[in-house]
């Protein structure tokens, strides 16, 4: 059963065009967090909510925005995609703050032409 | 903030013997240890995963441990198989604030 769903899972956008990416859970988590995974590097967090709380890392660009609407879901804005941004954009979710598993999903792979 | 480094970058071993991957952290604060293992093209997926208050923990054939004097923390699988072959991450964080991933460890398991 899927938990954590990422839709879609491949995303081809225009240089400068804005890309909206989507995860949804299914595990009633309340932390949801977004990692950019480039090719052969270990994932890189760029935010998280914790419940509505949003928690943006201090290096990740102004480029990247989140929204949390609900619970399930959570959304990865890109507003103006550069080549360099091309990656594997990973949500994942935990249980709650504190030592707990986190719960990947799938993946978006993301190319910019 | 964290600062997570992992060795070694590759690891090859053949098919029923060990594999050791090392990890160490920055962060004194850091309470929770997982380690990933990832397929191509795939998911991050949890093996096992320690946390501050414990020195070793194991799991069939996976055992990690953790010296927090040290700051540093270990992976060991046996008798491995080709199905192990994969990239393996370390991280560590404070009550997952902010997860820091090692660089990763590309372990085969030569049949």
């Known amino acids: 059963d899927a938990m954590v769903i990422q839709n879609p899972r491949y995303q081809v956008t225009q240089f400068g065009k804005p890309v909206t990416l989507s995860c949804s859970q299914t595990l009633n988590h309340n932390v949801m967090y977004w990692y950019q995974q480039k090719s052969s590097q270990a994932p890189k967090l760029l935010f998280h909510y914790y419940d509505k709380d949003f928690n943006n890392e201090a290096d990740t660009p102004d480029n990247f925005q989140s929204r949390r609407p609900n619970t399930s879901f959570c959304f990865l804005d890109i507003r103006s995609p550069g080549l360099g941004d091309a990656a594997m954009y990973l949500c994942?979710?935990?249980?709650?703050?504190?030592?707990?598993?986190?719960?990947f999903g799938p993946g978006t792979r993301l190319t910019v032409t | 903030g964290e600062n997570v480094e992992q060795h070694p970058s590759t690891l090859s071993v053949q098919e029923g013997d060990s594999a050791v991957i090392k990890c160490t952290y920055s962060d004194s604060a850091s309470n929770y240890f997982p380690w990933y293992k990832q397929e191509l093209g795939k998911r991050p997926q949890l093996i096992i995963d320690i946390r501050s208050n414990v020195g070793e923990k194991k799991d069939q054939r996976i055992a990690v441990t953790l010296n927090k004097t040290a700051k540093h923390f270990s992976l060991h699988i046996t008798e491995t198989q080709p199905e192990d072959s994969a990239v393996y991450f370390c991280?560590?964080?404070?009550?997952?604030?902010?997860?820091?991933f090692g660089a990763g460890t590309r372990l085969t398991v030569k049949p």
């Open positions: 994942a979710t935990s249980a709650d703050r504190g030592p707990y598993e986190q719960y």
């Open positions: 991280a560590a964080s404070f009550n997952n604030n902010d997860m820091r």
